[in-house]
């Protein structure tokens, strides 16, 4: 087990409440990812940081904003949730005991329902 | 727009048989090449990898063929069993402002049956 948590597991929400997931990692790595995976698109990527205090928008940002205050934990913020948001969404880090960033290591997802 | 484009979406093998998936890309800025796989449930997790300088690589019953000319790799499974089943994703990562990004392609749901 690489050390990476999420939190919650599962979440059934209203259209238009704010959400928050955790991503919790306890390897120390620099970088952090969130991607959402839905049937027919794969994984993409939402917003990834590359320290503390530093993010960037990944390719499908719109509605979602991210917050790294400690390197352990990337919040990901739905600030008004949609139905389009209904996802399984995932966390990611490269991989635990190398200096490469080539591989991500993936939590256990959380699933989002957005009534 | 899928930068790793993935087929088939599903496949069905027989236990014992030869799985196959295929992938192809145009942006030759790509350097590292994963294959992921992913049980129900479960997040995605590195199966094998290779390098755009090898045509070939082989970890057990998984191999990773190559072509950088067609701009196609593919995975093979083989004597797949029912324990294979699982989602598999072909990805493609390159160096993007100091770190590597990756592209996923859309996921191959592969069943194994008895």
């Known amino acids: 087990d690489a050390g990476i948590t999420q939190s919650p597991r599962h979440k059934v929400t209203e259209t238009g409440t704010p959400v928050t997931l955790r991503c919790h990692q306890t390897?120390?790595?620099?970088?952090m990812y969130w991607y959402r995976q839905d049937p027919g698109h794969g994984l993409r990527l939402i917003h990834y940081?590359?320290?503390?205090?530093?993010?960037d928008k990944g390719e499908v940002s719109d509605g979602y904003s991210v917050s790294r205050s400690k390197t352990e934990d990337f919040l990901l913020t739905l600030e008004s949730a949609t139905s389009s948001q209904t996802s399984v969404y995932f966390c990611?880090?490269?991989?635990?005991?190398?200096?490469?960033?080539?591989?991500?290591?993936f939590g256990p997802g959380t699933r989002l329902t957005v009534l | 727009q899928q930068q790793v484009k993935q087929s088939p979406q599903s496949l069905i093998v027989q236990k014992g048989g030869i799985s196959i998936i295929n992938c192809a890309y145009e942006n030759t800025a790509f350097d590292y090449f994963p294959w992921y796989q992913q049980f129900p449930g479960k997040g995605p997790a590195l199966l094998i990898a290779i390098r755009p300088d090898v045509s070939e690589k082989k970890e057990g019953r998984f191999t990773i063929s190559f072509n950088k000319s067609a701009k196609q790799f593919s995975l093979h499974i083989m004597d797949s069993q029912p324990g294979d089943s699982a989602t598999y994703f072909c990805?493609?990562?390159?160096?993007?402002?100091?770190?590597?990004?990756?592209?996923f392609g859309i996921g191959t749901k592969l069943q194994v049956i008895p």
């Open positions: 390897e120390n790595h620099r970088y």
């Open positions: 990611a880090i490269n991989s635990p005991g190398t200096p490469s960033t080539d591989t991500q290591y």
């Open positions: 990805a493609a990562s390159w160096e993007s402002g100091g770190y590597q990004k990756v592209t």
């Open positions: 940081s590359y320290g503390v205090k530093d993010t």
